[in-house]
């Protein structure tokens, strides 16, 4: 559009040039002065000074808007979605044969992390399926590769070698996360955060896991305080403070910056 814009404005300007020159020979006067390219910009801007203030100001703000939001957007890495060393199908997995998450994330009812699951686990049905819904033989002879294990005999070798995945979900060194803590406290579900894995044939990252929108979520999310025995201290506290108002997240700590940013 722009490129378009200045051939436009350049052939214009040759127009009204000759026709300045044919006005100006029909009626005896000067002859226009012809200028060079960047000096009859500069002329024109001399003699144009409103509009050119007009425009200065407006892709002022226009760049900077522009730029606050492509700073607002470093370290944002929603939609990422890598290739994996192997074929891992959530959709299969998750989805089709309906597998909890926490089967293989077992990590996330337990610790900070959810964890990447060790191959072992995947052996524990890949022993006895072979064959995959989509890809056949190809991507699960890739675990036994891993584990230097043979399929025919049933026996490991000596040589495992692990498989490098890709990490998708990656938060800065400064922000603490605690998986233990929304999974099994709080009873979040894996989709909150991590959208519809049952449906992705290769994870990506869902949310923007930042700042805001960690905090916009503390804001709205009523804390599971009945039947709960992780609240069972607080119930009555909670009760007495916040007798008719919905308890969230923010109301038991959840907007403190130590709890985060310790």
Same mark, same amino acid.
């Given at each position: 559009?722009?490129?378009?814009?200045?051939t436009? *404005?350049?052939?214009?300007?040759?127009?009204?040039?000759?026709?300045?020159?044919?006005?100006?020979?029909?009626?005896?006067?000067?002859?226009?002065?012809?200028?060079?390219f960047?000096?009859?910009i500069?002329?024109?801007m001399?003699?144009?000074?409103?509009?050119?203030?007009?425009?200065?100001?407006?892709?002022?703000?226009?760049? =900077?808007?522009?730029?606050?939001y492509?700073?607002?957007?470093?370290?944002? *890495?929603?939609g990422?979605q890598?290739?994996?060393?192997?074929?891992?199908?959530?959709?299969?997995?998750?989805?089709?044969?309906?597998?909890?998450?926490?089967?293989c994330h077992?990590?996330?009812?337990?610790s900070?992390?959810?964890?990447?699951?060790?191959?072992?686990?995947?052996?524990?049905?890949?022993?006895?399926?072979?064959?995959? =819904?989509?890809?056949?033989?190809?991507?699960?002879?890739k675990?036994?590769?891993?584990?230097?294990?043979?399929?025919?005999?049933?026996?490991?070798?000596?040589?495992?070698?692990?498989?490098?995945?890709?990490?998708?979900?990656?938060?800065?060194?400064?922000?603490?996360?605690?998986? *233990?803590?929304?999974?099994?406290?709080?009873?979040?579900?894996?989709?909150?955060?991590?959208?519809?894995?049952?449906?992705?044939?290769?994870?990506?990252?869902? *949310?923007?896991l =930042?700042?805001?929108?960690?905090i916009?979520?503390?804001?709205?999310?009523?804390?599971?305080?009945?039947?709960?025995?992780?609240?069972?201290?607080?119930?009555?506290?909670?009760?007495k403070?916040?007798?008719?108002?919905?308890?969230?997240?923010?109301?038991?700590?959840?907007?403190?910056?130590?709890?985060?940013?310790y």
């Amino acid at each position: 559009i722009v490129a378009t814009l200045i051939t436009v *404005s350049v052939i214009l300007g040759r127009i009204i040039f000759s026709l300045k020159q044919v006005v100006a020979r029909k009626e005896g006067t000067p002859e226009p002065v012809k200028r060079a390219f960047l000096p009859g910009i500069w002329y024109c801007m001399r003699n144009h000074k409103k509009i050119v203030a007009i425009l200065f100001i407006f892709f002022s703000l226009y760049g =900077t808007v522009k730029g606050w939001y492509v700073l607002a957007g470093i370290g944002i *890495s929603e939609g990422y979605q890598p290739d994996q060393p192997i074929a891992f199908s959530h959709k299969i997995h998750a989805g089709d044969n309906g597998i909890n998450c926490v089967y293989c994330h077992f990590g996330a009812e337990k610790s900070k992390t959810a964890g990447i699951p060790p191959a072992m686990v995947c052996m524990n049905c890949h022993k006895g399926i072979t064959t995959g =819904t989509t890809t056949g033989k190809t991507e699960i002879a890739k675990i036994y590769k891993a584990l230097d294990y043979d399929p025919d005999k049933g026996t490991y070798g000596p040589n495992p070698k692990p498989i490098v995945w890709t990490r998708v979900h990656n938060l800065p060194d400064f922000a603490y996360f605690n998986h *233990s803590q929304h999974v099994k406290v709080g009873q979040v579900q894996c989709q909150t955060c991590h959208g519809p894995v049952q449906e992705m044939t290769v994870a990506k990252q869902f *949310s923007q896991l =930042t700042m805001v929108w960690c905090i916009n979520c503390h804001l709205a999310t009523p804390v599971k305080v009945d039947g709960n025995h992780y609240y069972d201290s607080l119930k009555t506290y909670l009760d007495k403070t916040y007798p008719n108002d919905t308890i969230t997240v923010a109301k038991i700590g959840g907007l403190e910056c130590a709890r985060c940013h310790y």
